[in-house]
């Protein structure tokens, strides 16, 4: 079965570091991208980012970029989210996903995302 | 940055109803040389990930009820409930995957009315 297993539930205070992580199984791990989903309490779905883990080609969307860091180990089949220094405003559920791709003109692009993994809830409160 | 826009925001149907979603793009997410559109639909139930349903528009995923069907092209999407059942009161949510960064709509939650 193909699946994305997450880490749990993280509480921490604003000015800390964090790392969640994301590991996947049932299928080859480095040839699909893997994107990180961010969902504000009570809010829609944001794309946050992918990584390739292949060759660990990583892209952000400009809203996140700079603000978070995605990395992968393909030693061990898992993607991970970091941030430097976290904000209140960083609460929310985290999801990792597959991306399906498409190949056009020689190149791949991220298409539809399966599957999801759980959704890591970080809550962050001084 | 594609926008991409759901309407209705929220949505009551009686049981064993038809339910319908539309999801409009900025700009067209039709790609010409293959006749593709590049648009998936996801279902959330509360308090779980969201789960892929369609793609290509009109591609239902292996496993997804027939009564999901995804239709419309470049720049106007609709997602049909034929008959609404207990099991589908959930947000659903379009995507667009045919420019970076991929972008959702801002969901429509269906309900039983």
């Known amino acids: 079965e193909e699946q994305l297993v997450q880490s749990g539930a993280e509480v921490k205070k604003p000015g800390e570091s964090l790392k969640i992580s994301c590991k996947a199984s049932?299928?080859?791990?480095?040839?699909?991208?893997i994107a990180w989903v961010r969902q504000m309490p009570g809010k829609g779905l944001e794309w946050m980012g992918i990584?390739?883990?292949?060759?660990?080609?990583?892209r952000y969307s400009p809203s996140f970029q700079g603000q978070v860091t995605i990395s992968a180990d393909k030693s061990i089949n898992t993607v991970y989210l970091q941030w430097s220094s976290l904000k209140a405003s960083d609460t929310a559920i985290y999801y990792c996903a597959r991306h399906s791709a498409y190949c056009s003109g020689g190149n791949c692009f991220p298409a539809w995302l399966d599957p999801w993994g759980q959704g890591t809830l970080v809550t962050v409160s001084s | 940055d594609i926008v991409m826009t759901q309407s209705p925001d929220s949505l009551a149907v009686s049981l064993g109803e038809r339910a319908t979603i539309n999801c409009r793009s900025s700009q067209s997410v039709l790609h010409r040389p293959t006749n593709n559109n590049y648009l998936a639909w996801y279902q959330q139930k509360p308090g779980q990930p969201p789960k892929m349903l369609i793609y290509w528009a009109s591609t239902r995923k292996s496993g997804v009820p027939d009564r999901f069907s995804g239709s419309g092209s470049g720049t106007d999407f609709t997602l049909t409930i034929s008959s609404l059942q207990t099991e589908d009161v959930a947000v659903y949510y379009c995507?667009?995957?045919?420019?970076?960064?991929?972008?959702f709509g801002q969901g429509t939650r269906v309900e039983i009315q």
């Open positions: 990584i390739y883990p292949g060759d660990s080609d990583t």
């Open positions: 049932g299928y080859r791990f480095t040839t699909y991208w």
């Open positions: 995507q667009q995957y045919h420019t970076t960064p991929p972008t």
